[in-house]
Structures are given as structure tokens and as C-alpha cells.
């Protein structure tokens, strides 16, 4: 039972480039998360998807688009990276019975 | 808007100390609060998880209580360990809305 599972864990980008971070989870839960985790910023949430087809915004979301391509899967894109996008990034999910978050272990992004 | 502070913001206590953290949040009408630990350069892992409707939860060595009213929640390690080592992360939700973190307590245990 992997639970949620991302990819990848490391990368390096320059500035300008474009990538996507995967996230995929097994519990079958609705609810799907993405947060960036900066020193004394703690975590901070990105985008979230609260059923597939549907995405919201959250607190810091310029510079990201987020597809919800199926219940399992809810990816981040960085269009245009800039080094402000440098960071550490969880994607969660959350039981449909609102009892607790489950994260991943984490993307650690470096943008150049 | 929901906000979350956790004091102190590092700590350091030598082992076999019985410890607690606090953490405190400004809108009272929340869902569930969760605590989680992080180790340096890992993921979170889920600790506790509080319902609004419950004063505490235990699991092993912690406590985690909840006052609603006062907005606070404390987290008791009882004879700490180096092993306990890390940055320990409060959160709360309100209904729907997702989980609101605060900024940790970094805790070092010395032997």
C-alpha cells in the first residue's frame, strides 16, 4: 500500500523551463492537495481538488496550473519556472470523511 | 482567514524530559485539528487528529489535547527521546476547507 506517491523526488530547472510534478494516490479518496513548504513560510497551499473534474485555487497559486486527470492522479505544472517556484513540494489527500491528510514524501524542486 | 502560531519555535531539551507544545489558531469553528512530524529533508507523517467534537487523543508517549473555546491545543511528549527529534507540525481544517498549517516547532532532544 504505497499510499500517495510523487515524482520526482529531486530536480533541477532552469529558469523559463517547464515541468510537471505527478502525484498519485491508492486510498481511492476524493479530496487532493498541493502545498509548497519554504523556510519560515512553513506549508502553504497551492492548489487543491476537492472531486475529479473539479480544482480550486489556494493561498500562493500564480505561476502553477493543476490538472485532476482521473480520481487517482493530480498533477502541478510549472508553465515558466522562476527561482521564486524554488521549494519543496507535498501533494495530500484527505479521507472523505474529512478524518485526516495523508501526504507524500515530497518534490524537491531547484529552479536556476 | 484562518491563521495558526505554534510557540516556542524551537526547543531543546536534554532526553527523559516530559515536554509540551503548543499551537493556537484564531477562528475556533474548526472541523479537526492534526498534528504531524517531519524529519529534516522527509515527508509528513500524521501523529494525531483531534475531532472538534473530542477534548484529547493519546498514542504512546503523546497527548494531544483541544480547547476550541480558547482556540489552543497542546502536544505532551512524555520522557523524551533523541529519537524524537524533529520539526513538529500543527493544522487545522474548518469543514471543507483545507488543512491551514502553522509554522512548527523544531525540537532537538540531546542525550
Known amino acids: 500500500n504505497a499510499g500517495v506517491t510523487q515524482t520526482p523526488k529531486f530536480q533541477v530547472l532552469k529558469t523559463g523551463q517547464s515541468m510537471t510534478l505527478q502525484c498519485a494516490q491508492d486510498?481511492?479518496?476524493?479530496?487532493m492537495y498541493w502545498y509548497r513548504q519554504d523556510p519560515g513560510m512553513g506549508l502553504r497551499l497551492i492548489y487543491y481538488?476537492?472531486?475529479?473534474?473539479?480544482?480550486d485555487k489556494g493561498e500562493v497559486p500564480n505561476g502553477y496550473n493543476v490538472s485532476r486527470l482521473n480520481k487517482r492522479e493530480f498533477s502541478l505544472r510549472l508553465e515558466s519556472a522562476a527561482p521564486s517556484q524554488t521549494s519543496v513540494y507535498f501533494c495530500?489527500?484527505?479521507?472523505?470523511?474529512?478524518?485526516?491528510?495523508?501526504f507524500g514524501s515530497g518534490t524537491r524542486l531547484t529552479v536556476v | 482567514k484562518q491563521e495558526v502560531t505554534q510557540i516556542p519555535a524551537a526547543l531543546s531539551v536534554p532526553e527523559g524530559e516530559n515536554l509540551v507544545l503548543n499551537c493556537s489558531f484564531t477562528?475556533?469553528?474548526?472541523?479537526?485539528l492534526q498534528w504531524f512530524r517531519q524529519d529534516p529533508g522527509k515527508g509528513l507523517t500524521s501523529l494525531l487528529l483531534?475531532?472538534?467534537?473530542?477534548r484529547e487523543q493519546t498514542s504512546g508517549r503523546l497527548n494531544a489535547s483541544l480547547d476550541k473555546s480558547s482556540g489552543r491545543s497542546t502536544l505532551y511528549i512524555a520522557a523524551s527521546q533523541p529519537g524524537d527529534s524533529a520539526t513538529y507540525l500543527c493544522?487545522?481544517?474548518?469543514?471543507?476547507?483545507?488543512?491551514?498549517f502553522g509554522k512548527g516547532t523544531r525540537l532537538s532532544v540531546i542525550a
Open positions: 495530500a489527500t484527505r479521507t472523505d470523511r474529512g478524518l485526516g491528510y495523508t
Open positions: 486510498m481511492n479518496h476524493n479530496s
Open positions: 481538488s476537492a472531486s475529479e473534474g473539479t480544482t
Open positions: 477562528d475556533s469553528a474548526i472541523y479537526n
Open positions: 483531534i475531532q472538534s467534537s473530542q
Open positions: 493544522a487545522v481544517t474548518s469543514g471543507n476547507t483545507p488543512l491551514v
